[in-house]
């Protein structure tokens, strides 16, 4: 296992990070294994938003502008990649009556209302969490929670993708291949060690145990809503997943804190 080329890999499918093309050398294009990446992928997307956070202090920015400027770096580095899958998945399974027109909706490139309020909602909850955590911590622990955040949140993804089968034959996520249970554990430990330095040093036991039940209860809501409206998991729905659980774990900490 070469964790520090699967971390390239990953980061090269979840942001628009530009990465070498020697990470790529025969490579056939599966992330069975390379999700093992995707946490320590986060951690690198999240060095935009820190660096804004540093600045914003030391700038002395109010906290809505720093919350403000490090979301919209996370969306310009990710390609906005996870919110589209959001606002997919909210036009999909609320505009359709059926798992095929839902699948068929959400492939459609068009953002309809319900997309429209899920983006508007994501964006505005992340901000509004921000704002909070910067002016309840120090600049030093609020990089550390948004690192922490980052890294978790994409293992949850891992095990989201491969906890559900594909919902759809020749999608993204179905010709990348379900990630092994292996890979998607080892992910979960990194993202969850992480998640635990970065959370607990911000507000101790209760700042991990919160967000982590919060988020296992929208882990396996969302994942029980994606088996009953689409029997199972796309890229789409991975992309939500990411954006649910960043969600849940902000909230968690907001509530401690």
Request: overall charge negative.
């Amino acid at each position: 296992m070469d964790l520090v080329k699967e971390t390239m890999r990953a980061l090269a499918f979840l942001s628009r990070w530009p990465v070498s093309p020697q990470w790529f050398e025969g490579y056939e294009g599966s992330l069975h294994d390379t999700v093992r990446g995707f946490p320590l992928a986060g951690i690198l997307i999240a060095l935009p938003p820190a660096v804004v956070i540093a600045a914003g202090a030391a700038l002395d920015l109010p906290e809505f502008v720093t919350a403000l400027l490090l979301v919209t770096a996370s969306i310009i580095v990710t390609g906005a990649l996870h919110e589209d899958g959001l606002a997919d998945v909210a036009d999909g399974f609320y505009g359709g009556k059926t798992s095929e027109r839902r699948l068929e909706i959400m492939k459609d490139s068009a953002i309809g209302s319900y997309g429209t309020l899920a983006l508007i909602i994501s964006v505005l909850l992340r901000i509004a969490f921000y704002m909070d955590i910067l002016s309840e911590l120090s600049p030093a622990a609020s990089i550390a929670v948004l690192v922490a955040t980052e890294a978790a949140s994409r293992a949850v993804l891992s095990k989201f993708w491969q906890t559900l089968p594909s919902a759809r034959s020749g999608g993204v996520a179905d010709r990348a291949g379900i990630p092994t249970a292996d890979a998607a554990n080892f992910a979960l430990v990194i993202g969850g060690i992480v998640f635990v330095i970065g959370y607990g040093a911000a507000g101790g036991p209760f700042a991990v145990i919160v967000p982590a039940c919060l988020t296992a209860l929208v882990f396996y809501g969302f994942s029980a809503l994606c088996r009953d409206k689409i029997g199972g998991q796309t890229g789409d729905t991975l992309g939500a997943m990411q954006q649910l659980a960043t969600i849940s774990l902000l909230l968690g900490l907001v509530i401690v804190l």
